[in-house]
């Protein structure tokens, strides 16, 4: 286990948070119909392990399908930077980090392993068939 806290921010910096993570465990990448468009990669944590430094006033919020999260994004630049999830099958409270976010380094980025989801049939513990354009 590789603990580490990274800060992170979206593109223009309005939005800043602080994060423990292991970017060894990696994290995920999922085709359902919103991470396939946005090519989202994140990792999850517990609401101990995330503090928002900055920007509450920017962010904007998104939910759709079960509504069992928050997706939020920075109105200023658009970049999708945590969310805010409530699933029994991943612990209950979590908040799912963007890894692209991350002030890491392109070694740790590299080396962080990727799970995929298949989402969009609702088959998250298992891979879609095609991953590449993930």
Not at 37 to 54: E, H, I, M, Q
Not at 121 to 126: F, G
Request: charged share 20%.
């Amino acid at each position: 286990m590789a603990m580490k806290t990274y800060t992170g921010s979206c593109h223009c910096g309005a939005v800043r948070y602080q994060a423990d993570v292991d970017l060894t465990e990696g994290g995920a990448r999922c085709n359902c119909s919103l991470c396939r468009k946005t090519r989202a990669w994140g990792t999850n944590v517990k609401p101990s392990a995330f503090r928002l430094l900055s920007g509450e006033d920017a962010l904007g919020s998104y939910e759709f399908g079960m509504k069992v999260g928050q997706h939020r994004f920075c109105k200023r630049c658009g970049v999708r930077v945590f969310g805010n999830f409530n699933i029994p099958q991943l612990g209950g409270e979590t908040v799912s980090i963007q890894i692209a976010t991350l002030d890491a380094s392109d070694e740790e980025l590299a080396a962080s392993p990727v799970t995929y989801c298949n989402g969009r049939d609702n088959d998250w513990w298992n891979a879609p068939a095609v991953t590449a354009y993930l």
